[in-house]
């Protein structure tokens, strides 16, 4: 019995796009200085939604569009070796991750037979307030520039329109402690 390979649709759809493909010779700098944090859900087409095209930003995607660690570090990078000079924090309407509690999450995973307990998965009980929280710390980093632009969204997945709950006025604080 032959194995199908679990990748061979992505391969092909590449293999006509690579047939066509040319290279526009863009660096690898964010052409319109912005770095977008969104989430993981496939319903968010970030250049679209901002009406950007390929080259323009920084695109960062994880569960929640949730600031850790990792997106501090590639902000820094983003910023002091791509051209990034403004950040967009930018949630969504109908997240999986304002649904569940981390124990919630585990509880799921452990049901699969895996203990994940050892994860901090970062879900939201208020999601304005986790967007407050992760604007302001991005803010408050000391490896970027405490003058940077960072405003925080909400997309509403229904409508298209992104309502702006954290302005871009950049001051740098310590970020607020979650309920």
Not at 5 to 33: C, H, M
Not at 56 to 71: C, E, H, P, S
Not at 104 to 129: C, M, N, P, Y
Not at 146 to 174: F, L, S, W
Request: glycine content about 8%.
């Amino acid at each position: 019995m032959s194995r199908v390979d679990p990748f061979a649709d992505v391969l092909t759809a590449n293999a006509a796009y690579a047939e066509t493909f040319v290279d526009d010779g863009r660096p690898g700098i964010a052409g319109s200085g912005l770095a977008v944090l969104t989430c993981m859900d496939s319903r968010i087409s970030p250049l679209e939604v901002l009406g950007l095209e390929k080259g323009d930003a920084k695109i960062l995607r994880n569960a929640g569009a949730r600031v850790t660690d990792d997106v501090l570090r590639t902000l820094v990078l983003a910023h002091h070796l791509l051209g990034v000079q403004r950040v967009l924090v930018l949630a969504h309407t109908d997240c999986g991750m304002t649904k569940n509690t981390d124990a919630d999450v585990h509880a799921k995973v452990l049901a699969q037979g895996v203990d994940s307990r050892s994860i901090e998965f970062r879900t939201i009980a208020d999601q304005r307030a986790t967007l407050v929280h992760d604007v302001q710390r991005i803010r408050s980093w000391p490896f970027l520039p405490p003058t940077m632009p960072v405003a925080g969204g909400v997309y509403d997945v229904r409508t298209g329109a992104i309502e702006m709950v954290v302005a871009a006025d950049a001051t740098a604080e310590e970020p607020p402690r979650l309920p």
